[in-house]
């Protein structure tokens, strides 16, 4: 990994998680009608860590799913590589409900529309919201995020990279040069 910058470290990892929980928390008057899915990998672990916090101000504990999208996603027959499909797990209605859709990383969009898809194939909500930890640009649908952890605008030959410890052992948030594509 050619890392070009640290972004974001463990202590500003807690900082925005707090954040992110408190602004959801305002804007929907409480967690009373919240769910809470966070998108399959690391989106799920950072939805994990919102409720956790939102448990911790509000005392109360909104309903948490998982979503894997990847068969609701526009590129799915014209990937090379075998997908690895993970599973969904909504146990709860959502119909009426405020769910707050969670991600890691905010890019082109077409990820956030495959989730929607598959939200709306499972009831009809109140609202959707969507809540990243980074937005990095280069959108090519009309997605915005609602709650954002930290705006980084990138070129096209930069990614951003998050780590988190249920997964790589640490928290913090990279930018690094993408490998060339030759």
Same mark, same amino acid.
Request: hydrophobic residues 40%; contains cysteine; charged residues 35%.
């Given at each position: 990994?050619?890392?070009?910058?640290?972004?974001?470290?463990?202590?500003?990892?807690?900082?925005?998680?707090?954040?992110?929980?408190?602004?959801?928390?305002?804007?929907?008057?409480?967690?009373?009608?919240?769910?809470?899915?966070?998108?399959?990998?690391?989106?799920?672990?950072?939805?994990?860590?919102?409720?956790?916090?939102?448990?911790?101000?509000?005392?109360?504990?909104?309903?948490?799913?998982?979503?894997?999208?990847?068969?609701?996603? +526009?590129?799915?027959?014209?990937?090379?590589?075998?997908?690895?499909?993970?599973?969904?797990?909504?146990?709860?209605?959502?119909?009426?409900?405020?769910?707050?859709?969670?991600?890691?990383?905010?890019?082109?969009?077409?990820?956030?529309?495959?989730?929607? +898809?598959?939200?709306?194939?499972?009831?009809?909500?109140?609202?959707?919201?969507?809540?990243?930890?980074?937005?990095?640009?280069?959108?090519?649908?009309?997605?915005?995020?609602?709650?954002?952890?930290?705006?980084?605008?990138?070129?096209?030959?930069?990614?951003?990279?998050?780590?988190?410890?249920?997964?790589?052992?640490? +928290?913090?948030?990279?930018?690094?040069?993408?490998?060339?594509?030759?």
């Amino acid at each position: 990994m050619d890392i070009k910058a640290k972004l974001i470290d463990d202590e500003g990892f807690i900082r925005t998680i707090t954040r992110l929980a408190h602004e959801i928390l305002e804007r929907n008057k409480g967690s009373k009608n919240l769910v809470l899915v966070g998108m399959r990998t690391r989106g799920e672990f950072l939805a994990s860590r919102i409720l956790n916090k939102i448990k911790e101000i509000d005392k109360s504990e909104p309903n948490f799913g998982i979503l894997d999208v990847t068969l609701y996603r +526009d590129d799915f027959r014209t990937r090379l590589k075998q997908p690895e499909i993970g599973v969904t797990n909504i146990t709860f209605d959502i119909n009426d409900k405020d769910v707050i859709l969670i991600d890691d990383v905010l890019y082109t969009g077409r990820t956030v529309r495959a989730a929607l +898809d598959a939200l709306m194939d499972l009831g009809r909500p109140n609202t959707i919201q969507l809540c990243v930890l980074v937005d990095r640009g280069h959108r090519e649908l009309p997605i915005k995020a609602d709650f954002i952890g930290k705006n980084i605008p990138t070129s096209i030959n930069e990614e951003v990279k998050v780590k988190l410890k249920e997964v790589d052992e640490e +928290d913090a948030v990279y930018l690094i040069n993408s490998p060339s594509k030759n």
